[in-house]
Structures are given as C-alpha cells and as structure tokens.
C-alpha cells in the first residue's frame, strides 16, 4: 500500500461473540493497513483516524424506547460522525441492510438513516444486487459516495467443529436419529416467518420431516413475547424448539444434525445466515431476493435454492427429494477472507486519495 491508514470500526472486535464477521474482516484488513481500532461513541478516538468505518448505524440508536431518548442518541451519533469527517476521516459504510429492521419510531429512523448516508464518503456492497437496491431507494449515493462490491466472507476460519457427525450432533442435541431434519436458526424476527414455517411444515405430508427452530425471539419487550407465545402455540410433536440465544458451538451442531437449513424471510438485503449454513456443508432454502440469487449462481441452486412468491410446503417436499451426501461441501473460493481484506483496505486506499 502506497499509505499507511488508521481504520476506526463500528464494530471491529466488539461484536465477536455474536457475530464473528468483523473479527474476521479486520483480521484479514490489518496486514494492509497501519492499525485497525474499535469507535466509540462517547470517546475521542486516541490518534487521527482515516477511515471511519461503520456497518450497522441504526444500532447507535435505542430506537424501543422512548422517542426523546432515540433522537437524543441520532443527534449525538451524527455530531460524533461530523466531527471526526472535520478533522479529515473518511466515512465507510457497509451496507447489510438499506433500513433497520425493528423500530419503534419509524419516522425518526428514516430521517436518521438518510442523514447518515448523506455523510457516507463511501460504501461497500456485498453483493451488486444490493447496489442496484440502494440506488434506487437512495438515487443520491450514484453521486455523493464511491461505492464498490465486496462479498460477505465464509465463516470457515471460525468453525469449532467442522468434523461434527449428523449422527453425534443429533445425539447431543437429543433429536431423533432417523428422519429428515430441517432447521431455522438466528435471531427470530417477524420478518423471518417462521410462524409461516411452522404452519407449512405441519401441513406436510411426510412422517419422515422434523423441523428444528433454535434461536431467541424478538425485539425485546410485548412484540418478542408475543412473537414467543405465537410460535409455541404453533408448535406440535415433530417440531423441536430451542428459543434462547444459542451458543455458538451448539448452533454448529444443530447445522451438523440437520439435512436442510429453512430461512422464508418475507425480505433481505444479504444474509450471513445463509454463508454459515453453506460454511458447514449444508444447503438452504431462501427466498429469491437481494443478494441470494447471486449466491446460487456462484455455488449453485442445489446449494442455495431459491424461490419466488410466498414460502409454501412445496419447497420443503422438493427438498426431502434432493438430498446431498452428508460428506458433500460447496465451493466457496470466492468467500475467502484473505482476497476481501485486500480488497477492502484498497478501498480505503482509493477514498483516501479522492
């Protein structure tokens, strides 16, 4: 690299144990720039910062409570962002997602998140379908902010157990040993469907199917519970569920029990999910939206099968009829971390010379 550059991140490491896909970016940025260092919102950064590079803006905002509270939080974190572009950083945003998911104040979200990319310098995209997206709803960033594709990273580096048997990870987990497992795993959102999941599942005609749901409802607060409460009434004897914020070496077991991860998100941009899935071997059913239907083309419909229109049982019957070998992997060389980290830090190299 033709100059050294000091990357301040939101989240760098912070995040590690939830979510090791910074850890692994930063890890892989680090051998081409001088120094990467977590941003914090209520400090002054020790040292200049070049680059300002921030993933998830709404998290700044405590956005459930109350709204005086919220704006209070925007209003600090677009000062905080202002000050350090004044003292000459550039601002990077990787764009996971185009609006928050979760709310409670939708109208102060919105101005927030237009205000923020009005001071975006540049933006990564993980796929050029996000791109295409964020253009349409936010016309400006063709002009006011460089932007470039980089893909989301595989999360083969983190794995603990890549050698986990169906048939010992089924014994751990306590799940029956014969049948045709299907899983959804992650946060466990409204906008994931799964109550949609569980009723189609139900109404499949195979004695064979078990489907598995491992991960904790939310928001917090009334529309968590109520989302709980919804899915446990849904529940029936085929259906195993494991509702808590799952440690990372039990979901690794769950994926390794499993013949087919499920997600019918009703929208998504990208999805790390899905690259953890195929991380350990396993396909997934998804719907054909944002950034998937270039991930199928890339490691094949047979790993990541996507569908148009609503999520029907269908998908799941398909699925029972086009099993892969438990020893099958897909290809995922174009994931891996080290091409990204240069590719990366040759975009901070790029927003520094503009």
Not at 108 to 137: H, K, N, P
Not at 270 to 282: D, I, K, P
Not at 286 to 295: D, N
């Amino acid at each position: 690299m033709s100059r050294s550059v000091r990357v301040c991140a939101v989240p760098a490491y912070a995040n590690r144990q939830f979510n090791p896909y910074n850890a692994l970016l930063y890890d892989h940025v680090k051998p081409h720039v001088s120094e990467v260092v977590e941003f914090r919102v209520r400090a002054r950064a020790r040292g200049p910062v070049d680059i300002l590079h921030i993933h998830w803006p709404d998290l700044a905002v405590r956005s459930q409570g109350a709204w005086h509270t919220a704006a209070l939080d925007a209003a600090k974190y677009l000062a905080r962002i202002r000050a350090c572009k004044a003292r000459g950083a550039r601002l990077v945003w990787t764009a996971h997602n185009l609006a928050p998911h979760d709310t409670g104040h939708p109208r102060l979200m919105r101005w927030y998140f237009r205000s923020f990319l009005r001071l975006v310098d540049g933006v990564i995209f993980l796929s050029e379908a996000s791109r295409t997206e964020a253009f349409a709803q936010y016309p400006w960033l063709r002009e006011t902010a460089r932007t470039v594709v980089i893909p989301h990273g595989h999360y083969g580096p983190v794995l603990q157990r890549p050698g986990l048997s169906r048939e010992a990870a089924r014994r751990e987990l306590g799940l029956e040993q014969d049948g045709f497992l299907f899983l959804f795993f992650g946060q466990v959102r409204a906008y994931k469907n799964v109550p949609l999941l569980l009723c189609e599942f139900l109404a499949l005609d195979s004695g064979e199917a078990r489907l598995a749901i491992a991960g904790l409802p939310g928001p917090a607060g009334a529309a968590g519970q109520e989302l709980r409460a919804e899915i446990e009434g849904l529940a029936a004897g085929r259906v195993h569920l494991d509702l808590r914020l799952i440690p990372d070496d039990t979901l690794e077991a769950y994926l390794a029990a499993c013949d087919c991860v499920v997600l019918p998100y009703r929208n998504i941009l990208n999805s790390g999910s899905v690259l953890m899935s195929l991380s350990m071997g396993r396909p997934v059913i998804a719907p054909a939206v944002g950034s998937l239907p270039e991930l199928a083309a890339k490691v094949g419909p047979q790993w990541v099968r996507c569908y148009t229109g609503e999520f029907q049982r269908g998908l799941l019957a398909d699925a029972l009829q086009q099993r892969l070998p438990e020893e099958a992997k897909p290809d995922l060389s174009p994931y891996d971390w080290p091409a990204i980290g240069e590719q990366t830090a040759a975009f901070y190299q790029s927003l520094m010379r503009s």
